[in-house]
């Protein structure tokens, strides 16, 4: 199923599928599908959530369309405009790198808790998963190569054998997806991220937990020095960044 609502007011839909679980409340429903659809980039900062759009795709009234945006409010997801209704909720700049900081440093501990953790067959998973990535990076394919990171990470979180950690590593990772995949795509750095995932492997290949957390945040932040951050800094959309 897919919807969006943007800016231009523009409404796109695929047949609804058929929801049999009862048990779920229609609001828990619409809440994962925002949530989806916010995580996966489809809708971007600032876009328009068009409520009645998606009563009309859940079959419901819009209270629990409301409530779900409502919740949505109060995890910082969306924001109520005045007698405009909800949009996807923008950042600004100091609170964009703040959660980044901090992805980075919960990277890292996932990061060190799997090198202690995964068995040997796990990191030679780990590594054919990392070599995979090689043919998005020599084709220049940033679709391939999100890809083939996010599986590589995702084995990291599951060998970290911590479920809440991933969670919360998760909730950042949706919450900063889309500035990070701007400023990704604009300064075109997959070699340098297949680079740092091989200093990963190595660490992991050598057991050496500290070397991995390490290696895992330098991967993560923003930018390695002042220039780096500033290159990413400005290619952020301004569209997307709330006023500070």
Request: hydrophobic share 40%; with cysteine.
């Amino acid at each position: 199923m897919k919807y969006l609502s943007n800016a231009q007011g523009t409404l796109t839909s695929t047949p609804r599928p058929l929801l049999k679980a009862y048990a779920v409340k229609s609001s828990d429903r619409i809440r994962a599908h925002v949530e989806e659809a916010i995580s996966s980039g489809r809708w971007l900062p600032g876009d328009t959530i068009d409520e009645g759009g998606l009563a009309s795709i859940f079959d419901v009234s819009r209270t629990p369309v409301r409530e779900a945006l409502l919740q949505l409010s109060a995890q910082g997801w969306v924001s109520a405009q005045a007698r405009e209704g909800y949009s996807v909720a923008k950042m600004s700049l100091q609170q964009l790198l703040s959660l980044w900081e901090l992805l980075a440093e919960l990277e890292g501990v996932a990061a060190r808790l799997a090198c202690e953790r995964m068995n040997a067959s796990e990191i030679d998973a780990l590594e054919a998963t990392h070599q995979a990535g090689r043919q998005a990076v020599e084709r220049d394919d940033l679709d391939g190569w999100q890809q083939a990171n996010l599986d590589f990470h995702e084995q990291i979180y599951a060998g970290a054998r911590n479920p809440f950690l991933r969670q919360e590593v998760l909730r950042i990772r949706f919450r900063t997806g889309a500035y990070r995949r701007h400023a990704f795509a604009a300064l075109g750095r997959l070699n340098a991220s297949y680079t740092q995932h091989q200093a990963i492997v190595d660490a992991f290949r050598g057991r050496e937990p500290q070397r991995a957390m390490a290696c895992m945040v330098e991967h993560m932040r923003p930018g390695r020095d002042a220039r780096s951050l500033n290159d990413f800094v400005v290619n952020l959309p301004a569209d997307l960044l709330a006023a500070s």
